[in-house]
């Protein structure tokens, strides 16, 4: 049967619902808008995701990746010096007449068909005024298009100025944590660290179902290395084509991706940096196994002018499902050493790296010097934080910082005279820097609703949930042909060997064989076990596989390892 995008998707969502993967919070309630529930089987669906991700960015990756644990809540701090109290922000526009708020740039981009991303709200009230949109709620006049920060704010404890947010990325704690994970790395780049936890975001109208949420959770991983250092990724160890559009090709209107090795997309100059190509090649094998295909994929690079503030250059992985077409499944960003600079100056905390040269070499270097005796004049016991970041910072920076008049490191105004730069013939040993960093981000709730849209079929009037064994919630179902005691005993002692086994099994004697096999087919079971009379001669069962519905005989002594070689990834 041949679905439209708009039937398949809202028979997808009525099997979510009906059958336990995700439904509206609060529903006794009315809902709330952005957030949902994962159900019994929509958590475990999630949680192998999860697990498979681990297996890709961490545990594939054991050489150079660790993972760690953040809190949800940072203070104010944190996210000044991450710019975005000042960047992280949406506009939005109220109807004079109704006091409805929408999304300027979606509202904009829904009235009249325009591309509106990035545009500032200078630009969009031009757009409004002159296209003379209206409110579609009432008809009313628009106000001023203004800006909203998406942040979710909150206070630690009971103190007025205890303001702090709750996190939209995991990212911070990773880059405030660099230096701890980094020392108990034994001091070797290049190194990830990986964290899976909940983020919140404020939308201002969240759209399409499971694809924009306001709390999700986040697969990340901030990966630090030297900008300098000529380490060339293990293509090989993912080998596949990915398929790029690009932001040149964009703005010349030319919609066609083009198709290039990862090695290649560097060679090129279509990426920047050989660690975003791969990951993006890690990327790509990783979603394979959701089940979308190398052809269902697409890298889009976004424009400067929808770059986040911190990337260099960004790539959005994107894959077509029903009624919502091409979403954003991850993000891969070069966000250089953005994160880490930034709180090296509003904490004032060291967070360069030393690395030794393979040979000594002479140059001419110019450097900072700080001259500490007018520091402390002017800080006093404060000067012992800044002196290391004033001898960090580069020749030119310091110079115009010079110029200016003007020096404000961790908060403290440093007299200009503190400093000075030299130029000097050293025996260079040795570098200090900030390391840049590559950053892969995938949103798990979105995955399990990707995941479901592209495994949803039908056929002969049944709905057959075709997911990848590794991802199905349950591995193998379990049923006696009847409800005869000795089938009955022999079916509960296999289910209960599954389960000592680790897999996730359904035990069923409930109705006809046929409306069993229905129902584990409807919820993507790839496995089911049925005892029979044979049974009881031969000790073996019959098997019937998901997909092709065909039937094996298999020994119950075999039954657990036959199984787990049919799902890659199996521990057992």
Known sequence: MSLGDEEKYDKVVDLAMRRGFFWPSYEIYGGLAGFYDLGPLGALLKENIKNLWLDYFVFKHQDMVVLVETPVIAPEAVFKASGHLESFTDPIVAC????????ADHLLQDSLGVRTEGMHPEELNALIKEKGVRCPSCGGELGEVRTFNLLFQTNVGPYRHGTAYLRPEAAQGMFTSFKRVFTSMRYTLPVGIAQVGRVARNEISPRQGMVRLREFTIMEVEFFFDPEEPITPDFNRFQGRLKILTAESRRSGVEEPITVKP???????????????YWMSVAQAFVKEIGLGEGEVVFEEKLPEERAHYSRQTFDQLVAISRWGWVEISGHAYRTDYDLSRHMQFSGEDMTVYRELREPKEAVVRRVVVDEAVLRESLGEEAVKVVNILKSFKADEAERMIKDGEVVVAGLRVPANALRVVEEVEVIRGRRFVPHVIEPSFGAERLVLVALDKAYTEEGGRVVLKLPPRIAPYKLAVFPLVTKDQLRSVARRIYEEAVRAGLTVIYDEDGSIGRRYARVDEIGVPFAVTVDYRTLDDGTVTVRLRD???????????????VANRFTGSQL
């Open 96 to 103: 004079s007449k109704c006091n409805k708020i929408y999304r």
């Open 263 to 277: 090695e290649e997309a560097v060679a090129e100059g279509i990426v920047l940096n050989p660690w975003l190509a």
């Open 548 to 562: 092709t519905r065909e039937q094996v005989r298999v020994g119950i002594d075999d039954l657990i390892r036959w």
